[in-house]
């Protein structure tokens, strides 16, 4: 596969663009594609404001280089940030991106990124939650990046779950008042007040 991406740049006139886009393999003969853009009457602004949350997988992209670098992690990084898109991982347990990445991805417009994945726990695990997060939250207050995270769980859940959620929600709640709760759920009067995303 090859991706191609277009960056018009600001003032280029609207409407279709035709270029031929050759291809020439080291092992292969040249093949020649014509690539149409279409260009739109206005210009994105730099900075995004819309937020995602996205699932990038370590494991995944090990896999495929056979092996995971800091370079192929950045390289992505770039790309997803690139094409608007936050590089986190709503179901990884630990915060992605980084500590160490961060500073390279608010810089290249990171607006939101998943600190953990969570379910219910039980008094163990809460604390271990506890300690890492708030870990995070000097880091991230002390860089004016707080309000970019999130907390994700119970992915998809059912309402006979719906109390497993309220509890430990509503115990996160207690213990960082204003770091946002996600879930993918239908908004409904059960769970008011204990998803705020």
């Not at 191609?4 to 035709?18: D, L």
């Not at 160490?100 to 810089?107: A, H, M, Q, R, V």
């Not at 996160?172 to 705020?196: A, H, S, W």
Request: proline letters at 7%; charged letters at 25%.
């Amino acid at each position: 596969p090859i991706w191609i991406t277009v960056h018009p740049k600001e003032g280029t006139p609207a409407g279709v663009h035709r270029v031929d886009v050759h291809i020439k393999p080291a092992n292969a003969l040249e093949t020649v594609l014509l690539l149409e853009v279409q260009v739109w009457d206005f210009a994105l602004p730099k900075e995004s404001h819309l937020k995602t949350a996205f699932a990038l997988f370590d494991h995944e992209l090990a896999a495929w280089y056979g092996g995971y670098t800091p370079e192929i992690r950045r390289a992505y990084y770039q790309f997803l940030l690139d094409h608007r898109i936050n590089p986190t991982n709503i179901y990884s347990g630990r915060p992605v991106p980084s500590m160490d990445d961060l500073p390279f991805c608010t810089e290249r417009g990171l607006n939101a990124f998943s600190l953990a994945y969570t379910h219910n726990k039980d008094e163990k695990g809460r604390e271990e939650l506890k300690a890492m997060l708030k870990e995070h939250e000097t880091f991230l207050r002390e860089k004016g990046w707080w309000g970019k995270a999130y907390i994700y769980g119970f992915d998809e859940i059912l309402p006979e779950k719906y109390g497993e959620l309220r509890d430990m929600y509503g115990w996160l709640k207690t213990q960082f008042l204003d770091l946002p709760r996600m879930c993918t759920v239908i908004p409904n009067e059960d769970l008011r007040g204990y998803v705020d995303i």
